[in-house]
């Protein structure tokens, strides 16, 4: 049902005002018109005007009540007194606890890893916790390992980056040289060798910057992860823990997950279960797809700001792109000494054709196609457009305008139709 075209929201202190916005090409904007809220964390401006467009799911949260006011359609809109947001800030509090003593006795700030099933809130509240923290002039790391969703660059890869300031209400976090690897899948489970390798790289990298960041390294890093959770899913989180070092692991709504940690975790790591918001919302797997899309054009169009990408032919012969994994055989079919999962990280040549119409390349530092371009951060993302097999080139949309630099491409599984 949709509602009204203009509505006004008094929010008595520590409820929030929760809203959706679903028609096709709807923009909803909204306004605090008197006292203070936020918005996963980050302040709202009194008077200042915030857009949300199709497939926003939003929440308005206040400590000590305001007025909201919300132009435009909204499929749902409604006030609730219950959250969970004073347990999430006493979670912030013993973060910041941490850091308060990372700093005096010059150590490692918390290293915290957000898990739970799909949609109980873990980019949230991870969002949320990170917004705390640069808010109390802290400087965190924020890692992404969710690759169905790829919140940092695009589906497909894992990445990190310094958290500077709030998430952008509008924007999410400033992308300044963040750390992406690629993986090329929306699930872990396509080639968990592949994953782990690049998860444990991801991890290095992390610990030996922070060796030259105190500030970062009391502020300690916050690890959003997939919602796989069952079986390899679970091995997964856990090798993810191991590789970070992980001192608190915070779990949402799923009280065998936290069941399982308790019994399998290190003492030294503190495992916590926390309660999901009643306001995250189930998203479809079609609406799950919707979202990857939306990523991936906003990588190359900008979300507020807008890019301008650039469109150009490449001849098939000035392209080297590789995929990641050999098909896997039998250890017994394999050279010798060579293990058969050895070969799922192996990178295997691919021939330009019109199979490639509308995939993602991720673009490699790496001038050579060995081990290490696996385990070097990527330059960014192309996309095939189209494919012309009779003059034998190939259309690319790309952030940088041509050449592309003369280092590999990494084919991802991931599509984009470019229909800007
Ligand atoms: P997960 O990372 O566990 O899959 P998300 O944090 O992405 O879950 O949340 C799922 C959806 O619910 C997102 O679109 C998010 O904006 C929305 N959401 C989260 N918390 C709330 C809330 N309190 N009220 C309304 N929507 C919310």
Request: charged fraction near 25%; charge should be neutral; aromatic fraction near 8%.
């Amino acid at each position: 049902m949709t509602e009204v075209q203009l509505q006004e929201f008094k929010l008595e202190p520590d409820s929030e005002l929760r809203f959706e916005v679903e028609s096709k090409n709807e923009k909803v904007v909204l306004e605090v018109k008197s006292g203070y809220a936020e918005l996963f964390g980050t302040e709202l401006v009194k008077n200042k005007p915030y857009e949300f467009h199709t497939g926003a799911k939003v929440a308005v949260f206040t400590w000590h009540g305001c007025t909201v006011e919300l132009r435009g359609r909204t499929e749902v809109s409604y006030v609730a007194k219950e959250t969970p947001m004073v347990v999430y800030l006493n979670v912030h509090a013993a973060l910041e606890q941490q850091r308060v003593a990372a700093e005096q006795e010059n150590t490692r700030g918390p290293v915290t890893m957000v898990v739970g099933p799909g949609d109980v809130g873990k980019s949230t509240l991870t969002r949320i916790l990170l917004n705390y923290a640069v808010r109390m002039a802290r400087r965190p790391i924020y890692v992404d390992l969710d690759v169905g969703q790829g919140q940092i660059s695009v589906p497909g890869t894992i990445g990190a980056l310094l958290v500077e300031r709030p998430a952008s209400i509008e924007e999410g976090f400033s992308q300044q040289a963040p750390l992406v690897y690629h993986f090329g899948h929306k699930s872990p489970d396509e080639n968990l060798e592949l994953y782990n390798t690049i998860v444990s790289r991801l991890a290095e990298v992390i610990a030996e910057r922070c060796e030259h960041n105190k500030k970062a390294s009391t502020s300690g890093v916050i690890i959003n992860t997939c919602g796989w959770v069952k079986g390899a899913g679970y091995k997964v989180l856990t090798h993810a823990a191991q590789a970070f070092e992980v001192d608190v692991i915070l779990v949402l709504d799923n009280e065998r997950l936290y069941n399982e940690l308790k019994r399998d975790m290190p003492k030294f790591v503190k495992v916590v279960y926390l309660p999901k918001s009643g306001g995250v919302v189930e998203r479809s797997t079609s609406q799950r797809a919707e979202i990857r899309d939306s990523r991936i054009r906003e990588y190359f169009y900008g979300k507020r700001t807008p890019y301008y990408p650039h469109s150009f032919d490449v001849k098939f012969s000035d392209l080297k792109i590789y995929k990641v994994g050999a098909p896997s055989l039998p250890d017994s079919c394999m050279p010798l000494g060579m293990r058969a999962e050895e070969a799922l990280t192996k990178l295997v040549p691919v021939w330009a054709s019109p199979a490639l119409a509308h995939r993602l390349l991720a673009v490699s530092f790496s001038p050579a196609a060995d081990e290490l371009a696996l385990h070097s951060n990527l330059a960014g993302f192309v996309c095939v457009t189209a494919v012309d097999s009779e003059r034998q080139t190939m259309t690319i949309l790309s952030p940088q305008p041509r050449p592309l630099p003369n280092t590999i491409l990494l084919l991802s599984e991931l599509q984009y139709m470019d229909n800007h």
